[in-house]
């Protein structure tokens, strides 16, 4: 066991490079994803104390000798270095899959993908493939010629899938890398530390679990992570990733919620009457961005929420039946004359003691500006208007800084709310939300908010409002594939001076997300 547990080092391998684009799809090329999600798995092993070294650090061409002669080099032919090459796959499918060796065991193979699922990412299989010509052999020069070293190709998704599956691969990069260097860390049984601000979604079985103890520990059943996990007995074993629910967990100590899709911390403040404040403070968080399945601590007691901010899908019915309540009540309590409601609206729920005596809504509200914030964002979210927000901040341009305090204008729910900043864009062949979302840096969310879509469906000739953005030189928005590393070669920095700058803790970056650019 003391053997297995060693490791000498980790090579990572960009796939492709240079004249060699790799598979591409979508607007993207293989080479560049690969290279983009092999700098940040490069910083963060650094980060862990691990040996790591790139196969390369650029857009270069390396043949298969260059590149499986580098990979010996690194570190010697030696069975405790781990090779991971990263690839994009093509071919009309969707998913991740995992390649290992015919000398190695399916162990790490089998790892990881469970990692990349528990992540959110579809999987499909870890397998072996052997050459045609000599069985004896493995297909792959990577796997073929690199010694005795434990290599594996790591296939993130398909790179010709749906538009709205590339999107999840750009805009969640970070967490796929995460649960690689995580399996990795656990394989070998050191100590992994996530980045400040994350917490995955997932549970890693330890010595001693059962389903009955996690599901105790949890607060939830043994039946739902059977269920969420497809798990067919109650078998489990040791480093084996579980999915959490996306629930409240509560353990004999504190509270604790988990964060869901749609969460911010000044919705958690607000349903849990206590300030984004307390809840940075209780949790050590140096920012405001959150990510789904990330653990919160809540002060004790957890008091009833004192207003509810409407989500996608609901209604005054639902939200009556969730607090116990009617849609009367609801509707003389926050001066409703219909059923109509939006997105990011704020309502006021009854108190048990006093429910027809509500107290007098304040006129404006404060909100804290988070990381992938814009004006648009935020005038859509309380049915407010750009214009609005900036009047009542004496604005003189859009541009927001992460933390900054601004007052929102509160508005009553009317007919004829005036539209954000737009302009029209005439859909030509060969488009979709995805690409034009790429090409303006917005969301497909916020075109398909502006323009009331259902779908991601789009008809040639079609006119679509494209909300607008600003931005000037000493700033830049986050897109998706960004890094800091690619931020800084392209303005001409270093990342050391990016992340002083805007005070990062970690690699870590999110879509949207506003740098100062020195």
Same mark, same amino acid.
């Given at each position: 066991?003391?053997?297995?547990?060693?490791?000498?080092?980790?090579?990572?391998?960009?796939?492709?490079?240079?004249?060699?684009?790799?598979?591409?799809?979508?607007?993207?090329?293989?080479?560049?994803?690969?290279?983009?999600?092999?700098?940040?798995?490069?910083?963060?092993?650094?980060?862990?104390?691990?040996?790591?070294?790139?196969?390369?650090?650029?857009?270069?061409?390396? !043949?298969?000798? #260059?590149?499986?002669?580098?990979?010996? !080099?690194?570190?010697?032919?030696?069975?405790?270095?781990?090779?991971?090459?990263?690839?994009?796959?093509?071919?009309?499918? +969707?998913?991740? =899959?995992?390649?290992?060796?015919?000398?190695?065991?399916?162990?790490?193979?089998?790892?990881?993908?469970?990692?990349?699922?528990?992540?959110?990412?579809?999987?499909? /299989?870890?397998?072996?493939?052997?050459?045609?010509?000599?069985?004896?052999?493995?297909?792959?020069?990577?796997?073929?010629?690199?010694?005795?070293?434990?290599?594996?190709?790591?296939?993130?998704?398909?790179? $010709?899938?749906?538009?709205?599956?590339?999107?999840? &691969?750009?805009?969640?990069?970070?967490?796929?890398? #995460?649960?690689?260097?995580?399996?990795?860390?656990?394989?070998?049984?050191?100590?992994?530390?996530?980045?400040?601000?994350?917490?995955?979604?997932?549970?890693?079985?330890?010595?001693? $679990?059962?389903?009955?103890?996690?599901?105790?520990?949890?607060?939830?059943?043994?039946?739902?992570?059977?269920?969420?996990?497809?798990?067919?007995?109650?078998?489990?074993?040791?480093?084996?990733?579980?999915?959490?629910?996306?629930?409240?967990?509560?353990?004999? #100590?504190?509270?604790?919620?988990?964060? /869901?899709?749609?969460?911010?911390?000044?919705?958690?403040?607000? $349903?849990?009457?206590?300030?984004?404040? =307390?809840?940075?403070?209780?949790?050590?968080? %140096? %920012?405001?961005? &959150?990510?789904?399945?990330?653990?919160?601590?809540?002060?004790?007691?957890?008091?009833?929420? =004192?207003?509810?901010?409407?989500?996608?899908?609901?209604?005054?019915?639902?939200?009556?039946?969730?607090?116990?309540?009617?849609?009367?009540? &609801?509707?003389?309590?926050?001066?409703?004359?219909?059923?109509?409601?939006?997105?990011?609206?704020?309502? /006021?729920?009854?108190?048990?003691?006093?429910?027809?005596?509500?107290?007098?809504?304040?006129?404006?509200?404060?909100?804290?500006?988070?990381?992938?914030?814009?004006?648009?964002?935020?005038?859509?979210?309380?049915?407010?208007?750009?214009?609005?927000?900036?009047?009542?901040?004496?604005?003189?341009?859009?541009?927001?800084?992460?933390?900054?305090?601004?007052?929102?204008?509160?508005?009553?729910?009317?007919? #004829?709310?005036?539209?954000?900043?737009?302009?029209?864009?005439?859909?030509?062949?060969?488009?979709?939300?995805?690409?034009?979302?790429?090409?303006?840096?917005?969301?497909?969310?916020?075109?398909?908010?502006?323009?009331?879509?259902?779908?991601?469906?789009?008809?040639?000739?079609? +006119?679509?409002?494209?909300?607008?953005?600003?931005?000037?030189?000493?700033?830049?928005?986050?897109?998706?594939?960004?890094?800091?590393?690619?931020?800084?070669?392209?303005?001409?920095?270093?990342?050391?001076?990016?992340?002083?700058?805007?005070?990062?803790?970690?690699?870590?970056?999110?879509?949207?997300?506003?740098?100062?650019?020195?």
């Amino acid at each position: 066991m003391d053997d297995i547990r060693k490791l000498t080092g980790v090579v990572i391998d960009p796939g492709h490079g240079g004249t060699d684009s790799g598979a591409t799809g979508n607007d993207m090329l293989e080479k560049n994803y690969t290279l983009l999600i092999s700098e940040y798995m490069y910083d963060r092993f650094k980060e862990l104390g691990v040996p790591v070294a790139l196969t390369r650090n650029s857009d270069v061409t390396l !043949s298969p000798t #260059e590149r499986t002669n580098k990979i010996l !080099s690194e570190f010697g032919n030696n069975k405790d270095v781990i090779v991971i090459s990263n690839h994009l796959n093509a071919g009309g499918g +969707t998913g991740a =899959e995992v390649i290992y060796a015919l000398r190695n065991k399916d162990t790490l193979a089998k790892k990881i993908l469970e990692s990349l699922g528990a992540e959110g990412q579809t999987t499909r /299989k870890y397998y072996q493939r052997r050459l045609p010509s000599d069985t004896s052999k493995d297909y792959y020069f990577i796997h073929r010629n690199t010694g005795v070293t434990e290599p594996l190709i790591v296939e993130y998704g398909f790179i $010709d899938d749906k538009p709205e599956n590339v999107e999840f &691969l750009n805009e969640n990069y970070q967490r796929l890398a #995460e649960a690689v260097i995580r399996s990795v860390m656990d394989y070998k049984g050191l100590k992994y530390i996530p980045p400040e601000g994350y917490i995955s979604n997932t549970y890693v079985v330890q010595k001693g $679990d059962s389903l009955y103890s996690i599901a105790r520990k949890l607060n939830t059943t043994v039946d739902e992570l059977k269920r969420l996990n497809n798990l067919t007995s109650n078998t489990l074993s040791i480093g084996q990733v579980l999915k959490i629910p996306s629930q409240a967990v509560i353990d004999d #100590e504190e509270n604790i919620y988990v964060v /869901k899709s749609g969460d911010t911390l000044y919705k958690i403040a607000q $349903d849990y009457n206590i300030t984004v404040d =307390e809840l940075k403070n209780l949790n050590n968080l %140096s %920012s405001n961005t &959150l990510s789904v399945g990330q653990l919160l601590k809540i002060p004790s007691p957890i008091s009833e929420p =004192e207003t509810y901010t409407v989500k996608k899908g609901d209604s005054l019915y639902s939200i009556a039946q969730e607090f116990n309540t009617t849609v009367d009540i &609801l509707k003389k309590l926050n001066n409703l004359t219909s059923n109509t409601l939006s997105i990011g609206q704020i309502l /006021k729920l009854p108190k048990p003691a006093d429910i027809d005596e509500p107290s007098q809504e304040p006129t404006n509200i404060t909100y804290t500006v988070q990381s992938g914030d814009s004006l648009y964002k935020i005038a859509t979210k309380y049915n407010t208007t750009i214009d609005a927000i900036k009047k009542a901040n004496n604005l003189t341009n859009d541009l927001l800084s992460i933390g900054q305090v601004l007052t929102i204008p509160t508005t009553t729910i009317s007919e #004829e709310v005036p539209e954000p900043n737009y302009f029209n864009y005439k859909v030509v062949s060969g488009d979709s939300l995805y690409k034009i979302a790429k090409k303006y840096n917005v969301t497909i969310d916020s075109i398909k908010e502006l323009n009331n879509l259902t779908s991601n469906l789009l008809s040639i000739g079609q +006119t679509i409002k494209i909300p607008t953005t600003s931005t000037n030189e000493r700033t830049y928005i986050v897109k998706s594939g960004d890094s800091l590393y690619s931020i800084a070669k392209e303005f001409n920095t270093t990342v050391d001076n990016l992340k002083k700058l805007n005070n990062l803790p970690s690699n870590m970056l999110s879509i949207g997300q506003i740098l100062i650019i020195e």
